[in-house]
């Protein structure tokens, strides 16, 4: 069985696929870079540091052994997945509704003879 589409369907399948193509690349550069806060793609999370025995020692406390834990950036493929998948999802069928909205009213229109 072969699968029939429109030329709207086709450039809608090319675009979402150059969507999907520059999410990954965008994901992947954001990896090889080790992350930081201001990446989307990842995580935040609070590792917890135990307390140091010696709490006078000279040079004092880093600011990890302060606040009790300290900060790492962990990718997060739920993130990934979701800015690839659910921007196309919702385009794809606000386009549908689109077309059925617009079938809708031409055929108001026919219905009358106008």
Known sequence: MRLQLNGWQRIGVVVSL?????????????????????HYFFDTVKVPVPQPKDMNRPGGLTVEEFF??????????????TAMLVPIAVLWCIAY?????????????????T
């Open 97 to 113: 509704i689109g077309v059925l909205i617009v079938r809708w009213v031409a055929a108001g229109f026919k219905k009358n003879g």
């Open 18 to 38: 150059i969507w999907a193509l520059s999410v990954c690349a965008l994901g992947s550069l954001e990896y090889a870079q080790n992350g930081d806060r201001t």
């Open 68 to 81: 009790g834990y300290r900060v790492a950036y962990h990718f997060s493929f739920g993130r990934l997945i």
